[in-house]
């Protein structure tokens, strides 16, 4: 009899169904799936896509943001880990079973990122964060070795089913961006370290979760700003709503930053986030 699934895998899917297929695709087939759908204009193609899978589908009425979807799917799942995975991310052969062995080798560790691929194969690293003083900022690049982190990246992020609960999963008053930064603050400071680990590694197209349109680069840079506000009080940096403001003005009044109208609508979706968050 084999034995039962250790982690279940959750996803957000809003209009992803271009980029499911490899994620699906790269899935040991014991590893149970729960696919969160947030209101997207091709569920019917999700859900079909999930039946042939064998991956669970939940669908939500409205777009609630990425930290609610996944603690809806979260709280659906009943093994020991659960590993958060972007829908444009795909497993390299013995991630799992890595991610899984260094839960066991590790086990003061609350949760883990393992080594992640861009499209092309390149480095990445998320070796720092703007909740984060400069000091706790890591060096460029994948360690060499497993070692203790001071944030993780949500696009492939495994946490204890427990821990998860214990911290109250992702802030639901984080809609979309730095959700992944506050978990990881709220995992090491109230249940146990950050690992990395390097035998492990999922491959992370970036940026293709969603279609690329000037409409969605300023709705997706909005909440980018709201979150950074709100994130950065909630965390104590000093001067949130002034340094996020600054940062936004400069971009804005980067010529490079505003030559497409994407790139614009980016920088005034963000600057009109960041300014929302003036009196909340």
């Known amino acids: 009899m084999p034995d039962a699934p250790r982690t279940t895998i959750i996803s957000v899917c809003y209009n992803s169904l271009a980029v499911l297929p490899d994620l699906l695709g790269s899935?040991?087939?014991?590893?149970?799936?729960?696919?969160?759908?947030?209101?997207?204009?091709?569920?019917?193609?999700t859900a079909r896509l999930a039946g042939q899978a064998g991956a669970r589908l939940i669908r939500n009425p409205e777009n609630r943001g990425f930290g609610v979807a996944c603690n809806i799917g979260a709280a659906e799942a009943r093994t020991e880990f659960l590993l958060f995975l972007n829908p444009d991310a795909s497993l390299e052969e013995g991630c799992l079973a890595a991610l899984e062995g260094a839960m066991d080798r590790f086990p003061r560790a609350s949760a883990m990122n393992p080594?992640?691929?861009?499209?092309?194969?390149?480095?990445?690293?998320?070796?720092?964060?703007?909740?984060l003083p400069r000091r706790e900022h890591m060096p460029h690049g994948w360690p060499a070795m497993?070692?203790?982190?001071t944030v993780l990246s949500g696009a492939a992020l495994m946490v204890r089913r427990t821990d998860f609960e214990a911290v109250g999963g992702f802030d639901p008053k984080i809609f979309l961006y730095h959700e992944d930064d506050d978990l990881s603050l709220r995992l090491r400071?109230?249940?146990?370290?950050?690992?990395?680990?390097?035998?492990?590694?999922?491959?992370?197209?970036?940026?293709?979760?969603?279609?690329?349109?000037?409409e969605v680069a300023a709705l997706k840079a909005r909440h980018m700003g709201?979150?950074?506000?709100?994130?950065?009080?909630?965390?104590?940096?000093?001067?949130?709503?002034?340094?996020?403001?600054?940062?936004?003005?400069?971009?804005?009044?980067?010529?490079?930053?505003?030559?497409?109208?994407r790139s614009r609508a980016k920088q005034l979706g963000f600057c009109a986030g960041v300014l929302s968050m003036w009196r909340d």
Request: charged fraction near 25%; charge should be positive.
């Open 27 to 45: 899935v040991p087939p014991s590893s149970p799936v729960i696919l969160v759908d947030n209101a997207s204009d091709d569920f019917e193609g």
């Open 115 to 131: 080594r992640i691929l861009s499209a092309d194969g390149g480095a990445y690293f998320k070796r720092r964060s703007v909740l």
């Open 146 to 149: 497993d070692r203790e982190v």
């Open 189 to 214: 400071a109230e249940r146990g370290p950050l690992m990395f680990v390097r035998e492990a590694a999922v491959r992370h197209r970036g940026g293709q979760s969603t279609v690329r349109s000037p």
């Open 226 to 261: 709201r979150s950074r506000v709100y994130a950065a009080r909630k965390h104590g940096r000093p001067w949130p709503f002034a340094t996020a403001l600054l940062f936004a003005l400069a971009a804005v009044a980067n010529p490079l930053r505003m030559a497409s109208a």
